[in-house]
């Protein structure tokens, strides 16, 4: 039976991810411009007191291309 190992960095990862669910929750239910703005805010300060910080912004990163990529596949096609 293999023993699987789970580093600092990865859960720095994983939180990084979370992190940016949580801000993407967070915009998707507000009304304005400001109230995302702060979400945006609000999770990027959380990201700096994590460790291993390039890993928490690469979890980050990925939550929000999956977003973007899946957002962008379904714009209008225009003229």
Same mark, same amino acid.
Do not use: W, Y
């Given at each position: 039976?293999?023993?699987?190992?789970?580093? !600092? *960095?990865?859960?720095?990862?994983?939180?990084?991810? &979370?992190?940016?669910?949580?801000? $993407?929750? &967070?915009?998707? +239910?507000?009304?304005?411009? &400001?109230? /995302? *703005?702060k979400?945006?805010?609000?999770? $990027?300060?959380?990201?700096?007191?994590?460790?291993?910080? +390039?890993?928490?912004? *690469?979890g980050? !990163?990925?939550?929000?291309?999956?977003?973007?990529?899946?957002?962008?596949? /379904?714009?209008?096609? *225009? &003229?």
């Amino acid at each position: 039976m293999s023993r699987v190992t789970v580093t !600092t *960095g990865d859960c720095a990862e994983q939180a990084g991810h &979370a992190i940016a669910s949580n801000c $993407l929750d &967070a915009m998707l +239910k507000s009304d304005s411009q &400001a109230e /995302n *703005g702060k979400a945006l805010q609000t999770a $990027l300060l959380e990201l700096q007191r994590l460790p291993h910080p +390039k890993r928490a912004a *690469g979890g980050f !990163t990925m939550a929000l291309v999956n977003v973007l990529e899946v957002g962008l596949m /379904n714009l209008p096609k *225009g &003229a």
